[in-house]
T-cell receptor, first 112, second 116 residues
């Protein structure tokens, strides 16, 4: 069964600290992995998209890594800001299909 | 300019009613989607349309019927609303998948549906 699991479910950190979110997936055949940020009351916004041949991709203070062999990905947030408080969703795309499999997300709260 | 817009943002209605949610994208994309996000924040695809043609139809009750008058619009009509339909519904759009290895999807702001 195609699944995407994320950990932790929720995370609280202080402003300025770094954090890492984890994603494991069982989607096959695999094509791409995305990380989305979803602010409360808003739609998801894409942070990074990686194909199976990419190991890492950065978008400002966000750095995503992908290990297609172990089917794991991580999202590292550097020097967190209050505006980073949101849900972060790991999403996996299968090969030659529009259908995406969504994880349940990690709820990040950044406190001053 | 809003890329993907949905109306209304909030919808409160009684069980048994029929309601519609509208979605429009001004990105020139060929493919549009409807997703349902439940109370556990889990997003699941419901439908996908490419150039007004249905290409993904997940296991969704036939009370839900998407309508695409043109490729910039994908509306969602729901008949005989039930309590379990309460959720946030997101519209999204993307370029046609054959154009690239993957297609970035752009989401609308969501419509929170509450069925009483």
């Amino acid at each position: 069964k195609n699944q995407v699991e994320q950990s932790p479910q929720s995370l609280i950190i202080l402003e300025g600290k770094n954090c890492t979110l984890q994603c494991n997936y069982t989607v096959s055949p695999f094509s791409n992995l995305r990380w989305y940020k979803q602010d409360t009351g808003r739609g998801p916004v894409s942070l990074t998209i990686m194909t199976f041949s990419e190991n890492t991709k950065s978008n400002g203070r966000y750095t995503a890594t992908l290990d297609a062999d172990t089917k794991q990905s991580s999202l590292h947030i550097t020097a967190s800001q209050l505006s980073d408080s949101a849900s972060y969703i790991c999403v996996v795309g299968g090969y030659n299909t529009d259908k995406l499999i969504f994880g349940t997300g990690t709820r990040l709260q950044v406190f001053p | 300019d809003t890329a993907v817009s949905q109306t209304p943002k909030y919808l409160v209605t009684q069980m048994g009613n029929d309601k519609s949610i509208k979605c429009e994208q001004n990105l020139g994309h060929d493919t549009m989607y409807w997703y349902k996000q439940d109370s556990k924040k889990f997003l699941k695809i419901m439908f996908s349309y490419n150039n007004k043609e249905l290409i993904i139809n997940e296991t969704v009750p036939n009370r839900f019927s998407p309508k695409s008058p043109d490729k910039a619009h994908l509306n969602l009509h729901i008949n005989s609303l039930e309590l379990g339909d309460s959720a946030v519904y997101f519209c999204a759009s993307s370029q046609e998948i054959s154009a690239q290895l993957y297609n970035e999807q752009f989401f609308g702001p969501g419509t929170r549906l509450t069925v009483l």
